[in-house]
């Protein structure tokens, strides 16, 4: 029994992993993008306070 539950629970760890594996890629296009969004609204709130 013990056997089975250590082996139903490695595939579980590889699961948690994978999605990094998935995101990391996106990082470098994500990232400037939210950037500039953010810069966008930065000036958008300074030329209506303004």
Known sequence: MSH????SHAP?????QD???AI??????VLP???GV????LA???VAMA
């Open 4 to 7: 089975h539950d250590h082996a």
């Open 12 to 16: 579980a760890q590889g699961e948690e």
């Open 19 to 21: 999605p990094m594996k």
């Open 24 to 29: 990391m890629p996106l990082i470098p296009i």
């Open 33 to 35: 993008v939210v950037g």
């Open 38 to 41: 953010l810069i966008f609204l």
């Open 44 to 46: 958008f709130i300074a």
